[in-house]
Structure formats: C-alpha cells, structure tokens
C-alpha cells in the first residue's frame, strides 16, 4: 500500500494526475505504477473520475508534469477506464477471435476476505458456453486474465471458441470485487475501452 494522496476539489473544479512516470522524469525503478487505486470521497458532492491506460513506444527524457502535453508520436493506443463500486456480480460484452481477445481485471478490495471469482461465458442467445474454475483472490490483491485463458477451454482440439466467440461473460464472487476490462486488439496489442457493469 502506498501513501494515500489526498486532494481539496472545489465545486465544478478538476484535477489531472499521471502515475510516477509521467509526473516525473522517467525512471525504470519505480517506473510507472502498476497496480490498482481505491477513491475515496469525504463531502457533499460526487466525483466523476477517469483513468487512461497508454502503451508507450517511446518516453522522453523528463516527461512534462501533465501527459496532455506529450506528442502523439509517444502513444500507440489508449482507453478509458471508468471508476468501478464493488459488487458481487458484474456484466460485460467479450469477444474471443484471431484479431480480438478480451481481457479482464479482478480486484478484491477487502482488507481481510479473500475473494473467490468464476468466470461464465454466455453466446449472444444467453446460452451458458464455459464456467471458469473457481480463483481465490487474497485481500487487497488483483488478478488479470484474457476470457480465454480463464475458462479453461483453451485446448483446440476441444475448444468452443475454434471458430470465435461474440457473446458476454458474467463474472462473480463470495465477496465485493470491483472488475474492468479492454479487448486487446491484435496483432498490434491496441486497447479498446470494454464496458463493465454491476448487477443490480
């Protein structure tokens, strides 16, 4: 756990942040930060917050305070990435092909529970496909996974997704887990914002 960062927003104000590497020059150690952030808001109003995930082909030396200002030279992709409120059940679109593969992001937010998550994989019809076996998330840690490799079925010689899957995928826990996704677009491994939400 890092030191927490605490900011006074004014009414209809806005702030942007950058992780280590882009708000100062460029280190290899720490680097830019990997991980996962938890938002918490103290006063009468609401926040709308965004997070932007770049593939970097090149950094220059002393990266400027605010990413706005590096050249477009520097990005191959990028995608927005909403602020997520734990739940037990989240929805999202997935997609397995030869150009497009969907990736997901499982954070268990609990400081004391550890979190056990399965994967189900629905075709457009709302037919079951494949049930991931169940993984144990320790507390305050993240895992990541391609829909694919999760559900277990990446053996061609018996798997559902031979000639691609377009469907969703329901992704559940015990505990409150917060959950984010992107399709990674192939070959170049471009990322493409996917949308998640909490069951109701």
Do not use: M
Not at 120 to 147: D, H, K, M, N, V
Request: aromatic share 8%; hydrophobic share 40%; net charge positive.
């Amino acid at each position: 756990t890092l030191d927490p960062l605490q900011l006074s927003l004014p009414g209809l104000g806005s702030v942007h942040l950058g992780t280590k590497g882009f708000i100062q020059p460029y280190e290899p150690k720490p680097g830019v930060f990997d991980g996962w952030a938890r938002v918490t808001v103290t006063g009468p109003g609401k926040i709308l917050g965004t997070a932007e995930i770049l593939q970097v082909s090149g950094v220059p030396v002393g990266c400027p305070p605010v990413i706005c200002l590096r050249p477009s030279a520097v990005y191959r992709s990028d995608a927005v990435v909403y602020p997520v409120k734990a739940a037990k059940a989240f929805r999202a679109a997935a997609v397995i092909s030869p150009y497009r593969h969907t990736a997901f992001s499982v954070v268990n937010p609990s400081k004391t529970e550890t979190a056990h998550v399965c994967l189900q994989l629905y075709q457009t019809e709302g037919t079951l496909l494949a049930q991931s076996e169940i993984t144990s998330i320790p507390p305050l840690q993240r895992r990541s996974f391609f829909a694919r490799e999760w559900s277990a079925l990446d053996t061609p010689q018996n798997s559902p997704f031979k000639d691609g899957f377009y469907g969703s995928a329901r992704i559940f826990s015990d505990v409150p887990i917060a959950v984010g996704a992107l399709q990674i677009l192939l070959p170049e491994g471009k990322l493409v914002t996917a949308v998640v939400t909490p069951e109701p």
